[in-house]
């Protein structure tokens, strides 16, 4: 049974080629939903260790904003995780959205005003437009083939790149527009992001029907039907009983500490350097064309190579990216390509990962799983960017990269222990 067009209410069951086409349909919504979500959190997190120093006065407080970010997105994981699991992806990615707006617009009160606790909440409400857009990518998956999952995933990721692009660049801009007004001028694209998702969340909310999710669960087998599986207890014990689930859950996390970690500061080691507004945002522009632009090869490869490929690729980009950028100093170009590749990479581990675990739990807990491993990478990258700010004030943007680089070393060591000890036979599902 799924949902007829409009209601999330049974249906009759639907045929192969309705199910193939009922994909394409939810492809396109979250593709355009991507597209236009991807714009406001770029827009905004350029600035936000900028704004984070002028309100505390210390650069040493300048991870906390990109921080509270994260946080943000993580806390937020698990319960959107239970309402997707109870009501289905609609009403989930709709929330998520609209908590990004009033986020938005607690950080441009917090601005104006000059108070930093009030911009750290702000900031951490923001962060849950961010779990949104993570979000999307498993809904792409939810009525995929097997053999064409992470390309499903990649398409989606893929969606973000004209908006995550165009959003650093639109910085100076969306400052520029609120020149001579009460709201200061690093605070003005959080205004334009606060629109933004917003009108996201409206897509989301009308187009989004069916629910992939719903309906995929409908047409599940029956064993794997019941309430119980569906819980978050279910979801933790699937991933105990799964070592590619592990891995899957190590490998989304590893990837985005090291990524948010390096990227978080890069802004500031760019302006230590001389770097002003229009170069920054050129660079994170830059970075997150790698993030986004090439998921669709990453898809492609986890699917025919096999998911822990990728995983290994993930991890010698990230190592690159980290000695290049780390060693760039005063060279805007060696960092720019630092950055690339630090995007690059993480595009293959969260392609691959995200993949993986998809594939390795029942489809009954994917929901809740996929909840817990964005907490999980969230959380961690938290704690990453917090340290970030520490390490770039004490010892510098070089060793701020050696760390991120020696984070990879575990993920690359349980890749090889579980591609010896837990092959699989179908390389697209899983291998």
Known sequence: MTASPGTDRPAPPLGLPDVARLQRRTSWVLIAGQILGGLGVPI??????????????????????????????????????????????????????????????????????GNFPLLLLGMAAFGAASSANLQARFAAADLAAPDRRARAISVVVWA????????????????????????????????????????????????????????ARALAPPAEQTREGRSLRAGFAAVKASPR???????????????VSIMVMTPMDLGHHGAGLELIGLVISIHIAGMFAFSPLMGWLADRLGRL???????????????????????????????????????????????????????????????????TMNAA???????????????????????????????????LFTARRHPVAAKGAGG
């Open 44 to 113: 905004s997190i350029a600035l936000a260790p900028v704004l984070a120093t002028e309100i505390s006065g210390t650069e040493a407080m300048s991870g906390l904003a990109s921080t509270a970010a994260v946080i943000g997105t993580a806390l937020v994981s698990l319960p959107l995780a239970a309402l997707m699991t109870a009501r289905g992806r609609r009403p989930g990615l709709v929330l998520a959205y609209a908590i990004g707006a009033v986020g938005a617009g607690i950080v441009v009160l917090a601005a104006t005003i």
């Open 309 to 375: 490929s990728v995983i290994g690729l993930a991890a010698g980009l990230l190592s690159v990216a980290a000695l290049l950028a780390g060693t760039a100093g005063p060279s805007h170009g060696r960092t720019t390509l630092g950055l690339f590749l630090l995007g690059l990479g993480w595009s293959a581990g969260m392609v691959s990962g995200s993949a993986l675990l998809t594939d390795s739990v029942p489809q009954a807990a994917r929901a809740a799983v996929q909840g817990l491993s964005d907490l």
């Open 160 to 215: 973000s790149t004209l908006g995550a692009v165009l959003g650093p660049n639109l910085s100076a801009p969306a400052s520029r527009s609120f020149a001579g007004t009460a709201i200061p001028e690093t605070a003005g694209p959080f205004v334009w992001a606060a629109v933004v998702f917003l009108l996201t969340g409206t897509l989301i909310g009308v187009l989004l029907r069916p629910d992939p999710l719903l309906t």
């Open 245 to 259: 689930a592990r891995l899957a859950l190590v490998t989304v996390a590893v990837s985005h500490t090291v990524m």
């Open 381 to 415: 990258a938290g704690v990453g960017g917090a340290a970030a700010g520490l390490v770039m004030s004490q010892a510098g943007y070089g060793w701020l990269n050696a760390v991120g680089a020696a984070l990879l070393l575990p993920m690359a060591a349980l890749a």
